[in-house]
C-alpha cells in the first residue's frame, strides 16, 4: 500500500513538472512568448537562428506573429540584438514598422540597445525613422537616453526630427543635457550627442 501511494506521489510529481515546462515554453516571462512552442517569437527568444530559418521556410506566417504583448519575431531579435535573425526576418518580408501594444517599433528596440548595424538593416529595409510610441518618444529620444552616439550619429543621417518633444514636452536636447549631469563616460558621451543634435539643428 505505501509503495503505490509512493509511486502515485511521485506520478502526480511528474505530471505537475511537465505541466510547468509547457508552461514556461508556451507562456514565456514576464514580457510574454508565443503562445505556440514552435513559433517564431520562440525561435527568437531560444537564439534558435535554424529553427527560426526553417520556419520562416514552412511558414509565410511565421514572420508576422505576435506575442501577448503584440511583439513580433523582429521586434525580439532587435531586442536581443540579433543580427542574423533581423536580416532573416526582413528576408521574410516581416513589417519592419510593426508596433506592438506600446506602439513600439522594432527600430526603437534596436535604438534603445545602442544596436546600431540592426538599425541599419532596419533603416536600409525602410523603417520609419521618426515613427513614435505611446509616449511620444522616437527612436532617437531612445539612442539619446541610451548614450549611444553611434546610433544618434546613423539615425540624424536618416533624418531623424533633432527639434522633436515627448508627451512631457522634453526636447531631444533636453534629454542629453540630462546626461552631462550624470558624470563620467556617461558625462562625455552626453557632450558627444549634444554636439551631434546642436549640429542638427543648425543645418
Known amino acids: 500500500m505505501q509503495r503505490n501511494s509512493a509511486f502515485m506521489v511521485l506520478g502526480v510529481g511528474l505530471l505537475l513538472a511537465l505541466h510547468a515546462n509547457q508552461a514556461v515554453a508556451e507562456d514565456g516571462d514576464d514580457d510574454g512568448a508565443s503562445h505556440k512552442s514552435r513559433s517564431a517569437v520562440v525561435a527568437v527568444r531560444?537564439?534558435?537562428?535554424m529553427g527560426l530559418k526553417e520556419l520562416l521556410d514552412d511558414d509565410d506566417a511565421a514572420a508576422t506573429e505576435v506575442d501577448k504583448k503584440g511583439n513580433t519575431a523582429l521586434h525580439w531579435a532587435?531586442?536581443?540584438?540579433n543580427l542574423d535573425m533581423v536580416n532573416a526576418l526582413l528576408d521574410a518580408s516581416a513589417d519592419v514598422d510593426a508596433e506592438q501594444d506600446h506602439h513600439r517599433t522594432p527600430l526603437m528596440y534596436a535604438s534603445m540597445h545602442g544596436a546600431v548595424e540592426i538599425c541599419r538593416a532596419l533603416l536600409k529595409r525602410g523603417a520609419t525613422v521618426n515613427a513614435s510610441d505611446g509616449s511620444e518618444e522616437t527612436?532617437?529620444?531612445?539612442?539619446?537616453r541610451g548614450g549611444h552616439t553611434a546610433t544618434v550619429e546613423l539615425?540624424?543621417?536618416?533624418?531623424?526630427?533633432?527639434?522633436?518633444?515627448?508627451?512631457?514636452?522634453e526636447t531631444v536636447l533636453d534629454m542629453s543635457r540630462e546626461r552631462v549631469?550624470?558624470?563620467?563616460?556617461?558625462?562625455?558621451?552626453?557632450?558627444?550627442?549634444?554636439a551631434l543634435i546642436r549640429q542638427k539643428l543648425e543645418v
Do not use: P, Q
Open 181 to 194: 549631469g550624470h558624470g563620467g563616460d556617461a558625462a562625455e558621451r552626453a557632450k558627444d550627442i549634444s
Open 78 to 81: 532587435a531586442r536581443v540584438g
Open 155 to 169: 539615425l540624424l543621417s536618416y533624418g531623424a526630427d533633432a527639434s522633436g518633444e515627448n508627451y512631457e514636452a
Open 139 to 144: 527612436a532617437l529620444m531612445f539612442a539619446v
Open 46 to 49: 531560444r537564439n534558435d537562428l
